[in-house]
C-alpha cells in the first residue's frame, strides 16, 4: 500500500508540516494553528496531497514535545491515518548522523519525515482511556512528590543553618503542609479510581502476590504492562518487553582485543527501570522466589549488581505473565528451576 509520509514538528502555538517528495526530497506544506481549526486544514492539504500523490494511506511522524502534541495525535487517529511517534533522542541521533546539524521548527519537520521514509516505524495506539486516566494520577503524584522531598531539603537545610523563623522558613513550611495535602487528595482519588474500575483493582492485587511487587510500586508497573499490552495487541515477548523497558544485556565485543563490560541498553522509562531494581534489592531480603533466583546467581560467582538486575529483570517476566494470564503468582509456575 503506497503511503503519504508526513513529518510533522508541533509547538505551542503551531505545527509545521512536510512531507516525503522522493527519496531524498522533502517538501514543507506550511505551517498552522496548533488547535482544531488548524488540524482541519491540515486533513484537508493531506488528502489533496495524497490524492495527487495516489497515495492510500497517510503516516504522519511526530515527535512528543512535552503533551502538545496530544489533541494532534487524537485528530489523526480519528483521521483514521497512521501515527508513528518516535524516540526524539534516537531522531536527533540519526539526523546527526545524516548530517543535518541546524534545528528548526520547518527543518524539524523535514527531519521527522524523512526519519520515516528511511525505516519502518511503530503505529502509535493510545492507551485505554481509563487507564490513560491512571497513569495521569501517577504522573501528577511522582511529580508532587519529587516537589516535596525538594522542600523537605530546604527545611533540612535552613535547620542545619539554624534558621527556626522568617519569611523563607514559613514560605517551605507552607509548601509542604500544602503538598502533603495535595499528595492525600491524590491518593484518595487513586483508591476512588480503582473502587471504580474493579477490573483494574483485580489485575494490581494479583500483582501484588509477585515477590518484590508491593503497593509502592505496582500501579506504575501495572500501567507499564497495560501499554505493552496495547503495543503488541497482547503479543509480545518477554525478550521484546524486556527489551522495551531497557533491561537487556548489550554486548561490547569486537576483534580479538576489545571486550568492554555487558550492560543494559537503558533503553524505555528510566524510572520504571529503577523501580523495578529497587523491587528487586528489597525482595532479595525476604524469603520468596525471587530471593533464592538472586542468591543463587550471587553463588555462581556473579556480581551482586548484575544479579540484582536480573532481578529485576524477572520481576517484569512474572509480573506479566501474571497480568496475561490473569491470575496470581505460583512459584512453582514461574519460578525458574535453574540460574538464568
Excluded at 196 to 210: E, G, K, P, W
Aim: hydrophobic share 40%; aromatic share 8%.
Amino acid at each position: 500500500m503506497s503511503a503519504l509520509i508526513v513529518g510533522i514538528d508541533v509547538s505551542k502555538d503551531t505545527v509545521d508540516v512536510a512531507r516525503i517528495t522522493g527519496p531524498d526530497t522533502t517538501s514543507d506544506l506550511g505551517n498552522f494553528p496548533n488547535d482544531e481549526t488548524g488540524f482541519r486544514a491540515v486533513a484537508k492539504l493531506l488528502k489533496r496531497e495524497a490524492k495527487q500523490a495516489g497515495a492510500e494511506q497517510i503516516c504522519i511522524i511526530i515527535e512528543p514535545t512535552g503533551g502538545y502534541e496530544r489533541l494532534l495525535v487524537t485528530f489523526a487517529i480519528k483521521q483514521d491515518w497512521r501515527v508513528s511517534i518516535p524516540n526524539p533522542f534516537k531522531v536527533r541521533q540519526w539526523a546527526k548522523g545524516m548530517g543535518i546539524r541546524a534545528k528548526t521548527d520547518r527543518l524539524d519537520a523535514r527531519m521527522l519525515a524523512r526519519y520515516g521514509a528511511s525505516k519502518p516505524l511503530p503505529t502509535y495506539k493510545p492507551l485505554p482511556e481509563h487507564i490513560a486516566n491512571l497513569d495521569a494520577l501517577l504522573r501528577r503524584k511522582e511529580d508532587l512528590e519529587v516537589t516535596l522531598r525538594g522542600e523537605r531539603n530546604r527545611l533540612h537545610a535552613c535547620h542545619a543553618q539554624g534558621i527556626t523563623s522568617g519569611p523563607v522558613f514559613a514560605s517551605i513550611e507552607r509548601a509542604i503542609e500544602w503538598l502533603e495535602q495535595e499528595l492525600d487528595k491524590l491518593h484518595q482519588d487513586i483508591d476512588t479510581f480503582l473502587d471504580q474500575h474493579q477490573d483494574v483493582q483485580q489485575q494490581a492485587t494479583n500483582l501484588r502476590t509477585v515477590p518484590g511487587i508491593g503497593e509502592r510500586n505496582c500501579l506504575y508497573i501495572l500501567v507499564l504492562l497495560y501499554r505493552w499490552d496495547t503495543i503488541t495487541e497482547s503479543r509480545g515477548s518477554n525478550k521484546q518487553l524486556t527489551a522495551y523497558v531497557g533491561l537487556d544485556p548489550v554486548a561490547c565485543d569486537s576483534g580479538t582485543s576489545v571486550h568492554g563490560r555487558q550492560m543494559i541498553s537503558r533503553e524505555g522509562n528510566r524510572n520504571i527501570r529503577c523501580r523495578l531494581y529497587m523491587s528487586a534489592l528489597g525482595a532479595t531480603n525476604g524469603k520468596n522466589a525471587l530471593s533464592e533466583f538472586y542468591h543463587r546467581l550471587v553463588a555462581a560467582n556473579k556480581k551482586k549488581k548484575v544479579a540484582l538486575v536480573a532481578g529485576a529483570r524477572k520481576i517484569l517476566i512474572w509480573a506479566w505473565a501474571v497480568f496475561r494470564h490473569q491470575t496470581t503468582f505460583d512459584a512453582k509456575r514461574f519460578a525458574p528451576a535453574t540460574a538464568q
